[in-house]
């Protein structure tokens, strides 16, 4: 059996790293569409839609999960408001963990994807996550 140590900043089972997976995200929550985003990221179409569909179907299992890390790290959490959809409440609770994360831990000059890596366990896209 073979084990592989994963960089923080890739995602399980895709070849771009998670900053660019984060601006496709961050990007489809303002509104753009799978094409703009790829034309904007210099990615193939139906990658970027694959990213986002992957996503969109977990987006409330994914606020919930961070929810919960959010409540472990911040000393006093303030849980984000309705953000205006499955979507953007995700991306909002995703935004306060992170900020809790490196508020606690003091480690700042990471970007927040890298973050996100870290705390899903590379694992943000990955089948069967979260479970």
């Known amino acids: 059996m073979t084990h592989v140590l994963l960089p923080v900043q890739w995602l399980l089972r895709q070849a771009d790293a998670v900053v660019v ?25 139906e990658t970027v ?5 992957r996503f969109a179907a977990r987006a409330e299992a994914v606020r919930q ?28 609770v ?12 003091g480690v700042f000059g990471v970007p927040s994807w890298v973050w996100v890596s870290a705390m899903s366990g ?4 990955a089948p069967g996550w979260p479970a």
């Open 94 to 105: 995703i935004d306060a963990a992170v900020t809790a994360a490196v508020t606690r831990f």
């Open 65 to 92: 999960l961070f929810t919960v890390l959010l409540r472990a790290m911040a000393v006093d959490p303030v849980i984000p408001a309705p953000a205006g959809g499955a979507w953007a409440d995700a991306l909002a």
């Open 122 to 125: 590379g694992r943000l896209l």
């Open 49 to 53: 839609r694959g990213w986002l569909r």
């Open 21 to 45: 997976i984060g601006a496709a995200l961050t990007a489809r929550a303002a509104g753009a569409g799978f094409r703009r985003i790829a034309g904007w990221l210099g990615r193939p179409p």
